[in-house]
């Protein structure tokens, strides 16, 4: 089961930032569904009998690369929306596939360089009391959403909570491999969400059914200090010669 806590400490870092007023807005899918969108070697997670798909939109603030002293300005702030699901490896490690990921800022697609599916997004964000209020769509490219969400009370995270907000790992595929980038930051501090207002096709745009139910909705207002490890080829893909990599 997902440790609420990060696993270990990492000790080589590629990344800081804080992770702020994120919203996490969860369906529930059938195995097979999300199975379809995965690469070889890799298997649907579930929970319950059902594998989830959550829209997590937040705001990037902080970004440092690892290394660089408190007296160098950050890279500044920037929005980010992800479409993303739940697998596990070969060797049954839990982690993160993202499904689509849209960034307003341009450094932030380097990362497709290991197969993170980063693509310029037009983002924003409004927060007026206890709403959220969240929008985005690609630039030059099909799926868009708009969503309204309102932060409820603190909660102590259930193992299906936890289980929905928190991996520790993502997962990503480039060149034949499948690469892993590990994070460590403090347990999500969550509360309760309820939508206001919810359209978007970033679902159907990745080749998702449209959802048949109503969201289970959590809050956020975010973790700061998040560590993001360097990405390393932990398998080659199911196709290709041979099994797990030597690091």
């Known amino acids: 089961m997902v440790s609420y806590g990060a696993e270990r400490r990492l000790r080589l870092r590629v990344l800081r930032a804080d992770w702020l007023n994120q919203a996490f807005v969860h369906w529930p899918y059938r ?3 999300v199975q379809a969108l995965l690469p070889g070697g890799l298997r649907a997670d579930t929970y319950d009998g059902a594998a989830w798909v959550t829209l997590t ?3 990037m603030a902080g970004v440092r690369p690892a290394g660089v002293p408190s007296c160098v300005p950050a890279l500044g702030s920037f929005l980010e929306t992800n479409l993303r699901t ?3 490896g070969p060797d049954g490690r839990q982690a993160l596939w993202f499904l689509t990921i849209e960034v307003s800022c341009p450094a932030m697609l380097a990362a497709r360089a290991v197969g993170a599916p980063y693509h310029r997004g037009s983002l924003s964000l409004r927060r007026n009391d206890e709403i959220c209020s969240y929008s985005g769509a690609r630039r030059g490219g099909e799926g868009a959403y708009r969503l309204a ?3 409820g009370a603190p909660v102590v995270p259930s193992e299906r ?3 929905l907000t ?3 790992h993502a997962f990503t595929r480039r060149a034949g491999l499948v690469w892993d980038t590990p994070v460590e930051h403090a347990p999500w501090p969550l509360h309760t969400g309820a939508v206001e207002n919810l ?3 970033l679902t159907t745009a990745v080749g998702l059914p449209t959802p048949s139910r ?3 909705v959590h809050f956020s207002p975010g973790v700061r200090g998040v560590r993001i490890g360097p990405s390393r080829p932990r398998w080659r893909a199911a196709g290709s010669a041979g099994g797990a990599l030597r690091n």
């Open 199 to 201: 359209t978007q096709s």
């Open 31 to 33: 195995p097979a569904d």
């Open 214 to 216: 109503d969201p289970l």
């Open 149 to 151: 969400v309102r932060c």
């Open 86 to 88: 739940y697998v596990r």
């Open 57 to 59: 939109p937040f705001l």
């Open 166 to 168: 928190t991996r520790w």
């Open 161 to 163: 909570d936890v289980w």
